[in-house]
């Protein structure tokens, strides 16, 4: 069965950090790979996807993501954290129209 | 370009009556999605429709929910009954007619709280 696992539930980093949200999933075929955002209280933003093609994606926002099969895994990163980047980040595999979500990890940052 | 629109925001209901769930998918988009976002939890699938389709209701609890999506106006979540387990936020999200384009544009949500 499809699944998405984001193994931190709450990650805190210092403002200026650089940033690794780690995401695996279980997926039979080739799979399709996206990272949202959501700030307290809004819906879903898009940061980035992975459809084919190229294993490193860039999103907004200055976040990128890898794509590395033999690990199963599709890791969001960024260079140098902002407060404003303070959010619930999901990781998300399209599956048959519908996409499933991990539990989401929580990022803080400190001043 | 509006996005995906919901209404109300917030909602609040006693236990046994109705809620109704509005969404409007961004222009042009012609598949929905509804998904339930439970307290400390991420989102979960419900259901998948197209105009006048129910596609997908893997996810649709078997009891008290029902979605629509009919020709002109906007998707309707119903959820008959209410208990306090359905407090929740309910995401709408819509994706353009490309059977493998998953990319899909969430609204705001909306709050139901049942007291």
């Not at chain 1, 399209?94 to 929580?106: D, H, N, P, Y």
């Not at chain 2, 949500?109 to 007291?115: D, E, K, S």
Request: hydrophobic content about 35%; proline content about 5%; some cysteine.
């Amino acid at each position: 069965a499809q699944s998405v696992t984001q193994p931190d539930i709450h990650i805190t980093v210092s403002e200026g950090a650089s940033l690794e949200l780690r995401c695996n999933y279980s997926y039979g075929a080739t799979p399709y790979l996206f990272w949202y955002v959501q700030s307290p209280g809004q819906g879903l933003q898009l940061l980035l996807k992975y459809f084919s093609g190229d294993t490193l994606v860039q999103g907004i926002k200055g976040f990128e993501a890898e794509f590395k099969r033999s690990q199963s895994s599709f890791n969001l990163r960024k260079p140098s954290v902002h407060w404003s980047d303070a959010a619930e980040y999901f990781c998300a595999v399209g599956a048959r129209g519908k996409l499933i979500f991990g539990q989401g990890t929580e990022l803080s940052v400190k001043p | 370009n509006a996005g995906v629109m919901q209404n109300p925001r917030h909602l609040v209901r006693r236990r046994g009556q109705e809620a109704r769930l509005r969404c409007s998918p961004m222009k042009g988009h012609s598949h929905v999605y509804w998904y339930r976002q439970l307290p400390e939890e991420g989102l979960k699938f419900m259901v998948y429709l197209q105009k006048e389709n129910i596609i997908d209701e893997s996810g649709m609890p078997k009891e008290r929910f029902s979605a629509e999506f009919p020709k002109e106006g906007p998707s309707i979540l119903r959820i008959q009954q209410v208990v306090r387990g359905d407090s929740a936020a309910y995401f709408c999200a819509s994706s353009q007619e490309t059977g493998l384009n998953y990319e899909q544009y969430f609204g705001p949500g909306t709050r139901l709280t049942v007291t």
